[in-house]
């Protein structure tokens, strides 16, 4: 650290919601010159509540604001915490996609850019360009913000809350600090490491907050972290002097072992001889080639690769999301036909779980109904098609328990629900309905650790009660946790084919 007077500073925050919910209790904080901090915590931590005071949304209940050493008042809303130095950039989109790129840069501040009721359209472009290079983001100023990758769109995200910082302060104060709130959430593997590259050149204009849930980010890309749980601060690590492995840290955030160590114990035990699904030379032209693997009772095979390897298509072909063009695809020894729908595969005992919860729920209907939706047989009276409400509130009680989602009823609205419960709810009711084969596209994407490790317990239950799997992921931890064996692909075709423990010395040591 250059300095040692904190840029901000927070001194014992509390901050309690209709006077029952206690957010925050007595937090202490600290951000320095040229530097990313890193703040984790499950869903309910605090989190959230600590940066929105930061960034003037919430005002606190008590506590002390610190601006380079000397105390003032907490910022009553977004713009002053900027005059206080302090930006934030949201996980959900911010972008304008159909404004060029210097003019979404400037929106907001166009009055500083405007003489005699007209924009200084020349000075924007010029400064719009000049901040580009700077950072080194590989686009024009006069692309469309729609035409951007996503990594691209995040960076120019960070690019416009500097450059509100710098309209405050001038280009040349280093005395501010840049909030990312779950910033990798949306992107691929090669996706995350270009904005991570991009954020630590740009530690030289300013410093970051960085809230993750992805621990191996926070381990790599931070300087220090705190660790919140239950509103409280319960550790902070100078990770330059503190050496943690992510064991350390999950056990910090949660209370407990990561459960790869139960997956440890249980390799290969369910693995059987019999084959569930068979791919031979499955081809989609543009996508992936002659890609060949038999799947068993039991068994979970995993499909990696980077952006464009194919990976994503392989399993929405097994899906029935996407048709295939050549090859054969056999679940449990009848053919599955081109073309075939989803709820044709699912017929033949083939589910689909991705953690885009948006795509896998029905979010204006209730719990109950949207575990319902995929559990029919279950709660149907018989011999009449008609649903046995007591079922079904059963039904869902028993996944509500199991998976401990947090709803005040069974007919409470999914909308209402956070991420990191919808997540449990989606996996829930493939949990009850144990299909033969369940195929896992992103299951814990965007989710807290504590919610990926209710995730991770259930897969592995159904795994060791024989139900096979496909995963795909952008995560490498989740191969190395919940797989037997992994499928490399590169540009479309298989290049190798190694096992769980092979995998972990190749990619995660």
Same mark, same amino acid.
């Given at each position: 650290?250059?300095?040692?007077?904190?840029?901000?500073?927070?001194?014992?925050?509390?901050?309690?919601?209709?006077?029952?919910?206690?957010?925050?209790?007595?937090?202490?904080?600290?951000?320095?010159?040229?530097?990313?901090?890193?703040?984790?915590?499950?869903?309910?931590?605090?989190?959230?509540?600590?940066?929105?005071?930061?960034?003037?949304?919430?005002?606190?209940?008590?506590?002390?604001?610190?601006?380079?050493?000397?105390?003032?008042?907490?910022?009553?809303?977004?713009?002053?915490?900027?005059?206080?130095?302090?930006?934030?950039?949201?996980?959900?989109?911010?972008?304008?996609?159909?404004?060029?790129?210097?003019?979404?840069?400037?929106?907001?501040?166009?009055?500083?850019?405007?003489?005699?009721?007209?924009?200084?359209?020349?000075?924007?472009?010029?400064?719009?360009?000049?901040?580009?290079?700077?950072?080194?983001?590989?686009?024009?100023?006069?692309?469309?913000?729609?035409?951007?990758?996503?990594?691209?769109?995040?960076?120019?995200?960070?690019?416009?809350?500097?450059?509100?910082?710098?309209?405050?302060?001038?280009?040349?104060?280093?005395?501010?600090?840049?909030?990312?709130?779950?910033?990798?959430?949306?992107?691929?593997?090669?996706?995350?490491?270009?904005?991570?590259?991009?954020?630590?050149?740009?530690?030289?204009?300013?410093?970051?907050?960085?809230?993750?849930?992805?621990?191996?980010?926070?381990?790599?890309?931070?300087?220090?972290?705190?660790?919140?749980?239950?509103?409280?601060?319960?550790?902070?690590?100078?990770?330059?002097?503190?050496?943690?492995?992510?064991?350390?840290?999950?056990?910090?955030?949660?209370?407990?072992?990561?459960?790869?160590?139960?997956?440890?114990?249980?390799?290969?035990?369910?693995?059987?001889?019999?084959?569930?699904?068979?791919?031979?030379?499955?081809?989609?032209?543009?996508?992936?080639?002659?890609?060949?693997?038999?799947?068993?009772?039991?068994?979970?095979?995993?499909?990696?690769?980077?952006?464009?390897?194919? =990976?994503?298509?392989?399993?929405?072909?097994?899906?029935?999301?996407?048709?295939?063009?050549?090859?054969?695809?056999?679940?449990?020894?009848?053919?599955?036909?081109?073309?075939?729908?989803?709820?044709?595969?699912?017929?033949?005992?083939?589910?689909?779980?991705?953690?885009?919860?948006?795509?896998?729920?029905?979010?204006?209907?209730?719990?109950?109904?949207?575990?319902?939706?995929?559990?029919?047989?279950?709660?149907?009276?018989?011999?009449?098609?008609?649903?046995?409400?007591?079922?079904? =509130?059963?039904?869902?009680?028993?996944?509500?328990?199991?998976?401990?989602?947090?709803?005040?009823?069974?007919?409470?609205?999914?909308?209402?629900?956070?991420?990191?419960?919808?997540?449990?709810?989606?996996?829930?009711?493939?949990?009850?309905?144990?299909?033969?084969?369940?195929?896992?596209?992103?299951?814990?994407?965007?989710?807290?650790?504590?919610?990926?490790?209710?995730?991770?317990?259930?897969?592995?239950?159904?795994?060791?009660?024989?139900?096979?799997?496909?995963?795909?992921?952008?995560?490498?931890?989740?191969?190395?946790?919940?797989?037997?064996?992994?499928?490399?692909?590169?540009?479309?075709?298989?290049?190798?084919?190694?096992?769980?423990?092979?995998?972990?010395?190749?990619?995660?040591?």
């Amino acid at each position: 650290m250059k300095d040692n007077v904190p840029i901000i500073e927070l001194k014992n925050v509390s901050k309690t919601f209709g006077g029952v919910v206690r957010a925050l209790d007595s937090v202490s904080i600290a951000i320095y010159k040229n530097e990313v901090v890193g703040v984790v915590g499950e869903n309910g931590a605090g989190k959230s509540t600590l940066m929105k005071i930061l960034a003037g949304v919430f005002p606190p209940d008590s506590g002390e604001w610190y601006y380079t050493g000397q105390k003032l008042t907490f910022p009553k809303n977004p713009k002053e915490a900027v005059e206080r130095g302090v930006a934030i950039v949201y996980q959900e989109k911010g972008v304008v996609p159909a404004l060029k790129v210097y003019q979404y840069l400037f929106l907001g501040h166009e009055d500083k850019y405007s003489e005699f009721f007209r924009l200084k359209t020349n000075e924007m472009k010029k400064y719009a360009d000049e901040m580009l290079k700077e950072f080194h983001i590989d686009c024009d100023i006069e692309n469309f913000m729609y035409e951007l990758s996503p990594s691209t769109q995040k960076m120019i995200e960070i690019a416009k809350a500097i450059l509100s910082l710098r309209l405050e302060y001038g280009s040349d104060n280093t005395a501010s600090v840049v909030i990312l709130d779950e910033p990798t959430a949306p992107l691929t593997v090669e996706e995350r490491q270009d904005l991570f590259n991009y954020i630590l050149k740009m530690k030289k204009a300013t410093s970051f907050v960085l809230v993750s849930h992805i621990m191996h980010e926070v381990l790599e890309f931070t300087d220090r972290v705190y660790v919140l749980r239950d509103g409280k601060l319960v550790a902070h690590y100078n990770l330059s002097e503190d050496k943690i492995t992510e064991n350390d840290l999950f056990k910090a955030i949660v209370g407990k072992e990561f459960v790869e160590e139960l997956h440890a114990t249980q390799t290969g035990r369910n693995v059987g001889d019999e084959v569930v699904l068979v791919a031979k030379n499955l081809t989609k032209k543009g996508s992936y080639y002659d890609v060949s693997f038999e799947l068993r009772k039991g068994e979970c095979i995993g499909i990696f690769g980077p952006a464009g390897s194919g =990976k994503s298509e392989i399993i929405k072909t097994i899906a029935g999301i996407l048709h295939f063009d050549k090859g054969v695809l056999a679940v449990k020894g009848e053919e599955a036909k081109s073309g075939e729908l989803p709820h044709v595969r699912l017929t033949k005992g083939v589910g689909y779980f991705c953690g885009r919860t948006e795509e896998q729920l029905f979010f204006n209907w209730s719990v109950r109904k949207n575990i319902s939706i995929v559990n029919m047989e279950k709660i149907l009276r018989k011999p009449l098609p008609v649903i046995n409400f007591n079922t079904e =509130k059963q039904v869902t009680e028993k996944i509500m328990q199991k998976f401990r989602i947090k709803t005040p009823s069974v007919d409470t609205d999914c909308q209402s629900l956070s991420g990191g419960n919808k997540q449990k709810l989606s996996v829930g009711r493939w949990f009850e309905r144990r299909p033969d084969i369940l195929l896992l596209e992103d299951p814990t994407i965007g989710i807290d650790v504590g919610a990926r490790e209710d995730i991770y317990e259930a897969v592995l239950e159904m795994k060791n009660e024989g139900v096979s799997m496909v995963l795909v992921s952008d995560d490498p931890k989740e191969y190395s946790t919940l797989c037997d064996k992994i499928i490399f692909m590169k540009s479309g075709r298989v290049e190798k084919v190694l096992n769980a423990l092979e995998f972990k010395e190749a990619i995660v040591t």
